[in-house]
């Protein structure tokens, strides 16, 4: 599959075969993912590989806050629908930005380094999709950051999450805004 096939192909799994992932996958997704442009080559990435019962257990934690919250009358977004397609996925993996809160980091920086870890964020995706895998980008994660974060003993700042594995659905694409609607030609170019 070409660049741009695996950009058109690209959908977001949320129904996962019970079928495990092959280690070498994981790991070249991996390695493709920190081939990512990053501001600086500062690299602001950390990854953690869960699978079987530590996956679990991160799930229940996120489970766990999810239905509090909610319980007490707090937005949980889509959170319990993440939860069921985490508990389906064989393979989530955890992005990290290796910087503390108490790291005096100015906001551009930040958002650099935010910028970056999206870019392998989606590096990972766009090659799990050449690979004939499914994923799916989970930002619900956060819900639960301080309670993920003491569990894994980690004081820097998770990203998002990604589901992994082979797909059982195959979902349409979702319909995108037409360009005139959002881009902006100045110059030389269209008129």
């Known amino acids: 599959m070409?660049?741009?096939s695996a950009i058109r192909n690209r959908r977001s799994v949320e129904k996962y075969k019970d079928q495990p992932v092959e280690d070498a996958k994981i790991e070249e997704l991996l390695e493709l993912s920190i081939k990512?442009?990053?501001?600086?080559n500062r690299q602001p990435w950390n990854f953690v590989v869960l699978q079987g019962e530590?996956?679990?257990?991160l799930i229940d934690i996120l489970h766990n806050k999810a239905r509090s919250l909610k319980k007490e009358g707090e937005e949980v977004g889509?959170?319990?629908?993440?939860?069921?397609t985490m508990r389906q996925a064989p393979v989530l993996i955890l992005v990290y930005n290796p910087y503390t809160d108490e790291e005096e980091l100015d906001s551009t920086k930040r958002?650099?380094?935010?910028?970056?870890?999206?870019?392998?964020?989606?590096?990972?995706?766009?090659?799990?999709?050449d690979?004939?895998?499914?994923?799916?980008?989970?930002?619900?994660i956060l819900l639960a950051e301080d309670e993920i974060s003491e569990w894994l003993e980690r004081d820097d700042d998770l990203v998002a999450a990604v589901a992994l594995g082979h797909s059982?659905?195959?979902p349409s694409s979702k319909p995108r805004t037409d360009?005139?609607?959002i881009v902006s030609w100045l110059g030389e170019g269209q008129e």
Not at 54 to 57: A, F, S, V, Y
Not at 78 to 84: G, Q
């Open 2 to 4: 070409n660049t741009t």
């Open 36 to 40: 990512a442009p990053s501001a600086r």
């Open 54 to 57: 530590p996956k679990q257990d």
């Open 78 to 84: 889509d959170a319990l629908t993440s939860v069921r």
């Open 111 to 129: 958002s650099l380094d935010d910028q970056s870890t999206g870019a392998a964020i989606e590096n990972l995706m766009l090659a799990a999709t």
């Open 131 to 140: 690979m004939g895998l499914g994923s799916l980008w989970i930002g619900d």
């Open 168 to 170: 059982a659905e195959d």
């Open 179 to 181: 360009l005139e609607e």
